[in-house]
C-alpha cells in the first residue's frame, strides 16, 4: 500500500524552477522530466524503504534521465519529501529543512 506524501514549500519550488528551466530549452525536455517527477513520485510513495540513503535518515531517489534526486524522510505513516535537488550542486543544502 502506497504512503500518502507531503512536499516541502521549497521542494515544490525546486521542481517548478527545473522544470521551468527545461521549458526554456525545449518544452519535450519540461514535459519528460514531469513525466520522470512523477513516476519518482509514485515510486517512492509505493516503495519509500528500498531506495538508497543520502545520509540517514535521508533517502533519494534519482531520476533516470535527468540529474535530480527526490530527496525524502519516511515515517510510519507518510513519505515527507524535502527536496527536488540537482545532483550535481550544493550537496545536502537541504538538510536544514525541517518537516511539518
Known amino acids: 500500500m502506497s504512503k500518502p506524501l507531503s512536499f ?3 521542494a515544490i519550488s525546486e521542481a517548478t524552477e527545473a522544470r521551468r528551466w527545461y521549458a526554456s530549452k525545449r518544452q519535450e525536455a519540461a514535459d ?16 519509500p524503504s528500498i531506495y538508497p540513503y543520502y545520509a540517514k535518515p535521508y533517502r533519494f531517489y ?4 535527468y540529474p535530480y534526486l527526490i530527496v525524502y524522510l519516511e ?4 513519505v515527507d519529501i524535502l527536496a ?3 545532483a550535481k550542486r550544493e550537496p545536502g543544502y537541504w538538510m536544514s529543512r525541517e518537516v511539518d
Open 8 to 10: 516541502h514549500p521549497e
Open 75 to 78: 515515517s510510519d505513516d507518510a
Open 84 to 86: 527536488v535537488a540537482h
Open 32 to 47: 519528460g522530466f514531469l513525466r520522470e517527477l512523477r513516476a519518482g513520485y509514485d515510486a517512492v510513495a509505493e516503495s
Open 62 to 65: 534519482k531520476l533516470k534521465r
